[in-house]
C-alpha cells in the first residue's frame, strides 16, 4: 500500500520569497516516481515536477525543484521566487502501479 | 495537441437519476483512469484501466461503474447516484511514468 502525508494545510509566503512545501511517502516498492500538481482557483491539474526512486539528481524545472531524500522518504516542493500566480492548492503524490495522492497544501503568496 | 476531454463538465442532478460522464483521449495511451476530489481527502482513485477490456477497482469504487470498450473512451457512470457522490471528477491517462495527463474535471452536485 501506498501513502503520501502532506501536513501543512495551509502556507504563506510573502511574494518573491521561496518556500518549501513538505511531502513525506511510504512505499514498499523499489522503483517509483514522486509528482507535484498545482491546482489554481480554476480546477485544473497542472503538472509541475516528477521525480523518479533512481534519480540520483534533484528535479527541477524552473523555479521548481524537488528536495529528494529517499532515505527519509520525502519530497519537498521548492518554489523559488514567489509569484501572486503561485496561489492554488498543491499536491505531492506518488506513483507504482497506480498515482496516490497526499490531500494537499493551500498556498497563498501575499503581496 | 494532447487532449483529454470530459463531459459534461458541470452536472446537477437529483438522487436515483443515472447518469454518465465521458472521458475521451487522443495519445492512444493504454491507461486511463477515475479519479474523485474531495475537500480535506486529495484525490481518490475511483476504477483504473490497463487497457481495452481490462478494468480493476481503485480506492473508492462504491456506486460506480466503468466500461473500456475502445481505447479512446472511458465513460464513468452512476447507477444510482446519491448526494454522497457531489465532488470533482477527474479522467486521467498515462503514457510513460512521468506523462500523466487530466481532464479538465466535472464537477457534479446531486441533491
Known amino acids: 500500500a501506498q501513502k503520501i502525508t502532506q501536513t501543512q494545510p495551509g502556507m504563506f509566503v510573502q511574494e518573491k520569497e521561496a518556500v518549501t512545501l513538505d511531502c513525506t511517502y511510504d512505499?514498499?516498492?523499489?522503483?517509483?516516481?514522486l509528482f507535484w500538481y498545482k491546482q489554481p482557483s480554476s480546477g485544473e491539474m497542472i503538472f509541475l515536477i516528477y521525480q523518479g526512486s533512481y534519480d540520483e539528481q534533484n528535479a527541477t524545472e524552473g523555479r521548481y525543484s524537488l528536495n529528494f531524500q529517499k532515505a527519509r522518504k520525502s519530497a519537498n516542493l521548492v518554489i523559488s521566487a514567489s509569484q501572486l500566480g503561485d496561489s492554488a492548492m498543491y499536491f505531492c503524490?506518488?506513483?507504482?502501479?497506480?498515482?496516490?495522492f497526499g490531500t494537499g497544501t493551500r498556498l497563498t503568496v501575499i503581496p | 495537441e494532447a487532449q483529454v476531454t470530459q463531459n459534461p463538465r458541470y452536472l446537477i442532478t437529483v438522487t436515483g437519476k443515472k447518469l454518465t460522464v465521458t472521458c475521451s483521449q487522443n495519445m492512444n495511451h493504454e491507461y486511463m483512469s477515475w479519479y474523485r476530489q474531495d475537500p480535506g481527502l486529495g484525490l481518490r482513485q475511483i476504477y483504473y484501466?490497463?487497457?481495452?477490456?481490462?478494468?480493476d477497482k481503485g480506492d473508492v469504487p462504491e456506486g460506480y461503474k466503468v466500461s473500456r470498450k475502445e481505447k479512446r473512451n472511458f465513460p464513468l457512470i452512476l447507477e444510482s447516484p446519491s448526494p454522497n457522490q457531489t465532488s470533482l471528477y477527474f479522467c486521467?491517462?498515462?503514457?510513460?511514468?512521468?506523462?500523466?495527463?487530466f481532464g479538465p474535471g466535472t464537477r457534479l452536485t446531486v441533491t
Open positions: 484501466s490497463m487497457n481495452v477490456e481490462v478494468t
Open positions: 486521467a491517462t498515462r503514457g510513460s511514468p512521468y506523462e500523466q495527463y
Open positions: 512505499t514498499s516498492d523499489q522503483s517509483y516516481g
Open positions: 503524490a506518488s506513483l507504482s502501479n497506480n498515482l496516490f
